[in-house]
């Protein structure tokens, strides 16, 4: 499997090793926030902020806060990681940034965009430590609706470094230990759980689509074997988390876009006719029907499908008759979200278009943006988004095929055992199964039982004749 893996790397580009400008200049930065570096930044390190992350994660570039204004309205703050401060546009560090495009994960591993010096260090949002951010601090009323928003450069200082397990279990109640050892943030969450619930009640009213994507985790061993692989379940403090982002992400696109400033936006365009078309031939034997690929008339049919055996088929179904999501400098809404505005502005250590984002952010707060510098950042983030576009891809292909090679290791231990499985894709030479975790494999259709059949493309289907 190493071998393979490294295979898989090489044959996208994808290099653990940093050049050693690159290691040199990551190694020169100072591990500690300085007075001077706090000098002109919004000091929120008296703030109850804290950073809730898997338990295995070391590279922390998001922490949240929250607390009521005297008209008892939310202020949400959303604060990232001031990676910009440390990655000056042109050094070997920013090339090298720019090359990688994004941080790649598989298993138990991670090949970082960043050295092990910024993305697990001075970038890190560890707790009781200084840290310079980029925070968004939104207002909003009780139903979610965003009513005013600021942005500046600040630093902070995490007050916990939270995990998503022991966030899940203190919003469910009952373990009292857990309950005492974090009394001074209970509140504070329980308020971020229910304020999360009314913003993605309001995503949902506009039409984002709730896509069931079944995602696995592999468990290793010390000698980085599968011991097991689980299907991964969003708790009430991912889904807290990712409602947080979102939002945060909408309110600086939004921003970018009403000044009219260069920036990278996140886009995802409509289903074109075709896919369409396609769709609504391979859901109509199934029962289902869309009239036009509206968020609507897709979300009702993800609705009505919930629960039921062919969820998965469904889902994957619909997945696949969207377009990619891809970087964009023009601003062409996000159709999954049913957002006008979006972009990625919440993990610039492990992806470049939101380095950028900050970059934008930075010159729009500074204020010294003449023509010719505008004209120059504009021409940054055009490059930004082609690269970063393309870099997304490779980094998918080689999570995806990495996988595999785990999940076929894992098999190896279960060969001739039996396993409950749903067809998850119908092809001419045969049919895939998946398992609960999400391993899947292939039945050849030379394995079927005794007889010639006919694939109907459209449909989605093998008929025996």
């Known amino acids: 499997r190493a071998a393979a893996v490294e295979a898989v790397l090489y044959q996208l ?3 653990r090793e940093f050049p050693e400008p690159v290691t040199a200049e990551a190694s020169a930065v100072p591990q500690k926030v300085s007075a001077p570096q706090r000098k002109g930044r ?7 902020i804290i950073t809730i992350d898997g338990a ?3 590279d922390l570039d998001d922490a949240v806060s929250l607390e009521q204004d005297n008209k008892g309205n939310w202020v949400l703050g959303v604060h990232i990681a001031d990676v910009s401060h440390y990655v000056h546009p042109g050094a070997p560090l920013d090339l090298e940034a720019f090359h990688r495009g994004t941080s790649v994960y598989f298993a138990d591993q991670v090949v970082p965009m960043l050295p092990v010096a910024l993305s697990n260090g001075i970038c890190s949002l560890n707790p009781q430590v200084d840290r310079l951010a980029l925070s968004c601090l939104m207002t909003l ?3 979610g609706a965003l009513l005013d928003h600021t942005i500046a450069a600040s630093v902070i200082r995490s007050t916990e470094r939270m995990t ?3 966030c899940n279990v203190l919003l469910a109640g009952g373990d009292k230990a857990l309950e005492e050892r974090y009394a001074r943030i209970l509140p504070m969450l329980r308020d971020m759980a229910a304020l999360a619930r009314a913003l993605e009640k309001r995503r949902k009213a506009r039409g984002s689509l709730d896509l069931d ?5 592999i468990v290793c061993d010390e000698a980085g074997r599968p011991v097991d692989i689980v299907a991964r379940s969003q708790g009430e403090s991912e889904k807290l988390i990712e409602s947080f982002m979102l939002i945060a992400n909408e309110t600086v696109a939004k921003h970018l876009f009403d000044l009219k400033k260069p920036a990278v936006y996140r886009v995802h365009e409509k289903p074109s006719q075709d896919k369409t078309e396609t769709l609504k031939a391979m859901l109509s034997p199934l029962g289902y029907a869309i009239k036009e690929a509206d968020n609507f008339s897709i979300q009702k049919v993800l609705e009505a499908v919930k629960g039921k055996p062919e969820a998965p088929a469904v889902n994957m179904m619909v ?9 964009d400098v023009e601003n062409l809404g996000h159709f999954g979200l049913a957002a006008p505005f979006y972009c990625h502005f919440t993990s610039p250590i492990r992806r470049y278009p939101d380095l950028m984002v900050h970059r934008c952010l930075h010159a729009l707060l500074k204020g010294k943006l003449g023509p010719a510098g505008e004209k120059k950042l504009a021409k940054s983030c055009e490059k930004a988004a082609v690269q970063s576009s393309q870099r997304e891809i490779a980094a998918q292909s080689a999570e995806r095929d990495i996988d595999k090679l785990y999940f076929a290791e894992f098999m190896q231990d279960h060969l001739g055992e039996t396993f409950d499985a749903a067809v998850s894709g119908v092809t001419k030479f045969g049919l895939f199964a998946a398992l609960p975790s999400g391993v899947e ?6 394995s079927l039982p005794d007889d010639r059949y006919v694939y109907d493309e459209t449909r989605m289907t093998l008929t025996g004749e």
């Open 319 to 327: 997945l696949r008759s969207l377009m990619k999501a891809r970087y």
């Open 441 to 446: 494999g292939l039945i050849p259709v030379e």
């Open 42 to 48: 919004l000091d929120l390190r008296e703030k109850t």
């Open 141 to 143: 009323d009780k139903t």
């Open 13 to 15: 580009d994808i290099q």
């Open 213 to 217: 994507s079944a995602e696995s985790y």
């Open 56 to 58: 295995s994660s070391k």
């Open 164 to 166: 998503y397990e022991d």
